[in-house]
């Protein structure tokens, strides 16, 4: 496209923000008495809390029938399964409501963008930068909230993972002393009966155990090391190259061109930052048939990375496999690095699907 | 017998380590395990041959009075091959079912503990069944003979060495 | 005109990022293999003495499953109680996938276990139940709970009330005794359910768990016998010249298949159990045993050395013909169906010795379960999940077991002796 006279190019920008922010006001008034709350970004999470603390187990009955035969009798077990399906059911409504109001506050925010997208319009195209720019910068604050509290949990988790670790090594080392106890006694007994031979062979045996053992713990200590590596990893890069995709979209004067190369960059980046948590994050079941398919939709909070929802959009009809795929998600939300990203990848984000189509499978 | 008995075990001692596994009546080649536990076998071979030795003599000498005293004989792995070694035994105990026809013997076969137990079963039953195939060429009636097989049931050792496993690889005769 | 060109170019982006956004689709093809991390809290009893730790059973059955990694106790944040709300974003912070919690309560006759099964992530309820049991069937009541969790988040029928059968053998030739056992399948409880100075082998149970075949020597000569287990009666079914080995069920419990060496050599043979019919499978003067039964009985699997090496055949009941099945190693020999049919279950013998195995039959993939290298008589676990055999270990045999996916291995404890021949009960009722 052709180059823009300087003036418009510092007037635009200043026309579009007071225009947008006019029309965000607004959209405000004109959305207010019909939305139920402000929405805010965690809405969810007091849903939640709400919905746990709506159950209460109530006795089931007992069924003591203790038979003559013992040995081949089961216990008799009375499930709540009623119980269950109502709960579930009013999970589902509240869950139901959550969505609604979720939904409403994603309809206003796109009708905010809608508007201002219209505004853009009638502007230079230099005009969209600055939105973004206000935009970014509206969510900002959120966004900071939203990280604070992201980082203290993230600093809980690794205290917990620390903890792990350690308890790991003192348990590993138990275990360590305890087949030495059991060796030695083994040896022992081994020698007063058999041949010295036999003793020497048991003893390579053990030593060669021994040394696997030792070989595996190290591997499983490097690769929990390597794992928590690479997540800190993949968050300093995605921050990396978001803050320069960031810098670069609020700087009004670049070529049209390059914006949109740099905005593709940014969703691809964005894009393998979710397939690499999620892969990480999904315990995939063994021995699944082959072409197994499932599909999930999932919705986030574009400005914070954090999840409003995961569902099922296309079953592969293994409903454990199904689970496994959503708790992957659940496990690697929140994508911080989304707060990072442009504007224009961040609305990408809002809403996706991801497939889950495992390649190595019989 | 035109061997002296001392050359006779060095020969049967020798053959067994060169040829190994070439003897086999079960048709089967066990590769490097056969070159291997062959090889300790050497050790073991020499020594009891020497010991059956000793009585071989009398073990021709026609009529057998009283069960033989040695009622065991050994195989190599994954053979059921009658070695040299041990037909002096199995001649005696011919002589004897042959001269007292109401003697009734049960031949026990058995195996090393390595591979699978029922498998190990049909190992030992050949073992046994080609120790009364010999008995029958030297003229035993065969409703003297019975072949019972404990593959791997009752080991005569323990432990994991090629010696133990060696001392496992018998026939016994059951009188 | 460049008002309408700028109105354009930005129409144009917006439809790109809509198109875009409704496009938008991740691609999962890999995942972790590592094991859902779950917790499992203690139990507590109101101060009250149990005489079992049911976490502990319900921790190490799902352990020993390869499919779930528990927490260690002292990565437990505060422990909730049945019917407390869960601060599930403190749970989160465990990276606890699951977490199971609950109770032991007396009933003055015995015990109530009241648990319930948390999706931490998911932030929901999904089990919240309770068993009753008397005190001698706590671990049972334990074992139940254990596969209530298993099943609800695996899809899979939970194995972990099922038995195991062995053998145990002590002394050498001519001193031996042997005695068959009964035990859960985590090892507790071993019952004896036969005892004898001469050999006892292949235990096999019938289809619906209430009876073992197996292999007798007694008499010094070999048998095979069918005992029921809940009352000790038995019946000598064959005793034929020669072998009597190998006794396998036919699925629906009406025939059982055998080695008898009666024509000469150990062939296949099946026995009708109404009639005692027996038919003849294979010929020849190969050793022909250890027949195990498709799950769908249409065909068996049997050891056969006819191509001078033990290796697995399948003989096809509709065809009346025999296949090879496995090619990779020049032994492999005692397979077992997996529950599904899809693979077999052997011993195969390695560079390293002989080991347990798992061949996939469509692909024909073997793949190597232990790490041990005198293993015999793998048998696997009636939902297919994990395998048992007999090993050695410091000079004596042990049963070693391991997940299917070979992801978890464990000990099973058994009385002194050596211990063979293991056999998994189907799912008993």
Known sequence: ?362 | MQFSTYAKTLAAALSVVVIAGCSSGGGTQEGTDGGMSSGQQGTATTGGATGYGNGSGAGNAGAQNEIPSVRTIYFDFDHDTIRPEFESVLNQHAAYLQSHPDAHVVLQGHTDPQGTREYNLGLGERRANSVRQYLAVQGVNGSQVEVVSYGEERPASTGNSQEAYAQDRRVVFDY | MRRLAAFTGLFLMLAISAVARADLDIQITRGSNDAIPIAVTSFNANGQQVPQNVSDIITNDLRNSGKFAPLSSSNLIATPAPGDQIDYAAWQNTRASYLVDGRVESTGNGYKIVYELHDVFGNKREISANVTGSEAQLRQSAHYVADQIFEKITGIRGAFRTKIAYVISTGVDPNMSFSLYVADQDGYNPRRVLSSNEPILSPAWSPDGSKLAYVSFEGKRPSIYVQQLATGNRIKLTSFKGINGAPAWSPDGRKLAMSLSKGGSPDIYVMDLGSRQLSQLTHGSSINTEPNYAPDGASLIYTSDQSGQPQIYRYNFGSGQSQRVTFTNRYNAAGHFAPDGSAIFFVTRTSQGFQAAKQDLASGRLTVLSKTRFDEAPTVAPNGTMVVYATEKGGRGILGATSADGRASFEIPVPDGNVQEPSWSPFTK
């Not at chain 1, 159950?55 to 709540?80: F, H, L, V, Y």
């Not at chain 1, 063994?286 to 986030?300: A, C, H």
């Not at chain 1, 690697?332 to 190595?360: H, I, K, Y």
């Open chain 1, 1 to 362: 496209m052709a180059d823009k006279p300087q003036e418009i190019r510092f007037k635009a920008p200043i026309i579009c923000a007071v225009i947008l922010h006019v029309i965000i006001a607004v959209a405000l008034l004109v959305d207010w008495p019909s939305s139920h709350e402000p929405p805010q970004d965690n809405s969810y999470v007091q849903a939640t809390l709400i919905s746990s603390q709506t159950r209460t187990p109530s006795p089931s009955p007992e069924n003591d029938t203790a038979k003559g035969e013992a040995r081949q009798a089961q216990p008799q077990a009375e499930e709540q399964e009623q119980e269950q399906e109502q709960e579930q059911e009013q999970e589902q409504q509240q869950a139901a409501a959550e969505q609604q109001q979720q939904e409403a506050a994603e309809q206003q925010q796109q009708e905010q963008q809608a508007a201002a997208a219209q505004q853009q319009q009638q502007e230079q195209q230099a005009a969209a930068a600055a939105a973004a720019a206000a935009a970014a910068k509206k969510e900002e604050q959120q966004r900071q909230q939203a990280e604070n509290a992201r980082q203290a949990r993230e600093q809980a988790a690794k205290e917990a993972e620390q903890k792990a670790a350690a308890d790991k090594a003192a348990k590993e080392k138990a275990a360590q002393e305890k087949a030495a106890a059991e060796k030695a006694q083994a040896d022992k007994a081994a020698k007063e009966k058999a041949a010295k031979e036999k003793a020497a062979a048991e003893k390579a045996q053990a030593d060669k155990a021994a040394k696997e053992k030792a070989a595996k713990e190290k591997a499983a200590k490097e690769k929990a090391a390597a794992d928590a590596a690479a997540r800190k990893k993949r968050m300093a890069a995605a921050a990396a190259s978001d803050n320069s995709a960031l810098s670069s979209a609020s700087g009004s004067g670049e070529k049209n061109s390059s914006k949109a190369a740099q905005g593709a960059q940014a969703a691809n980046s964005m894009m393998n930052v979710i397939r690499h948590a999620v892969e990480q994050n999904w315990n995939k079941p063994d021995n699944l048939p082959s072409g197994i398919k499932t599909t999930l939709r999932v919705r986030l909070i574009p400005a914070t990375g954090e999840l409003i929802n995961v569902s099922v959009s296309s079953s592969s009809g293994d409903s454990s496999f199904d689970q496994s795929a959503v708790q992957a998600v659940q496990r690697a939300a929140p994508f911080n690095e989304l707060g990072n990203a442009p504007a224009s990848v961040q609305r990408q984000f809002r809403s996706f699907t991801l497939t889950f189509n495992p390649e190595d499978v019989r």
